[in-house]
């Protein structure tokens, strides 16, 4: 089955940072394009970062919002997506999603709360 599996998250206050992780079965992550998105509640989804697949040259983009502060990385040793999001702000208080689009696989939703 198709499945990505998150971990990390949690309450931080502002300027501090987290790294979100996820884990990809039955997929191989470096072969795809992974996408990072969040929600913040009663709003709809925003996406956040994409990574190619080596086909694509493994590019990187990020929503202008986060440019500079979040890096998208791929351990493809362990098959995991990363998320490392530095000088967090209240505004990144989302649930976050790493998800591959065409699969249809999302993973189950990391809470980031920034707050003082």
């Known amino acids: 089955e198709v499945q990505v599996v998150q971990s990390g998250g949690g309450s931080v206050q502002p300027g501090e940072s987290l790294r979100l992780s996820c884990v990809a079965s039955?997929?191989?992550?470096?072969?795809?394009?992974m996408n990072w998105v969040r929600q913040v509640a009663g709003k709809g989804l925003q996406w956040v970062a994409r990574?190619?697949?080596?086909?694509?040259?493994?590019?990187?983009t990020y929503a202008d919002s986060v440019k500079g502060r979040f890096t998208i990385s791929r351990d493809s040793a362990r098959n995991t997506l990363h998320l490392q999001m530095n000088n967090l702000k209240p505004e990144d208080s989302a649930v976050y999603y790493c998800?591959?689009?065409?699969?249809?696989?999302w993973g189950q939703g990391t809470r980031v709360t920034v707050s003082s």
């Open positions: 998800v591959h689009f065409s699969l249809g696989a």
């Open positions: 039955e997929f191989t992550l470096s072969t795809v394009t």
């Open positions: 990574i190619g697949g080596n086909n694509r040259g493994s590019r990187i």
